[in-house]
């Protein structure tokens, strides 16, 4: 692929981005463009995509990299360990704790009507 052709090809992208008319590269057929592919990534993410949506993720770097980081930040994202709720006995040591320094006011008793 010449210069001239990458270069139009990001013109193509990002004018269709933005909802401008398309520059034509001579020879190619209309392609898919970012904002097409990035309206179906998180279909294409979760089943893959249709031979049209790899075309242009074999051929765009932006989306690409997108869609490079996206798998990453999901594949991180099962590493985390849930947080767990502590025990009621730490939140009761802790409300002791506070009421003894007096930053806490013991709790009155509620009367039944």
């Given amino acids: 692929m010449k210069t001239g052709?990458?270069?139009?090809?990001?013109?193509?992208h990002e004018t269709k981005a933005k909802g401008i008319a398309a520059v034509e590269i001579p020879g190619r057929d209309?392609?898919?463009?970012c904002?097409?592919?990035?309206?179906?990534?998180?279909?294409?993410i979760d089943s893959g995509g249709?031979?049209?949506?790899?075309e242009h993720l074999r051929t765009c770097a932006v989306?690409?990299?997108l869609v490079n980081d996206l798998r990453y930040i999901a594949d991180q994202a099962k590493l985390l360990v849930p947080m767990h709720e502590p025990s009621p006995k730490v939140w009761d040591?802790?409300?002791e704790?506070?009421?003894m320094e007096g930053l806490m006011k013991p709790?009155?008793?509620?009367?039944?009507p």
Avoid at 30 to 33: A, I, K
Avoid at 107 to 112: K, N, Y
């Fill in 107 to 112: 709790a009155q008793l509620r009367r039944s």
């Fill in 5 to 12: 052709e990458v270069v139009a090809m990001a013109a193509q």
């Fill in 30 to 33: 209309n392609q898919m463009n």
């Fill in 50 to 54: 249709s031979e049209e949506q790899e």
């Fill in 97 to 99: 704790k506070l009421k």
């Fill in 35 to 44: 904002a097409d592919f990035q309206r179906d990534l998180p279909l294409i």
């Fill in 93 to 95: 040591e802790i409300e």
């Fill in 63 to 65: 989306c690409r990299d």
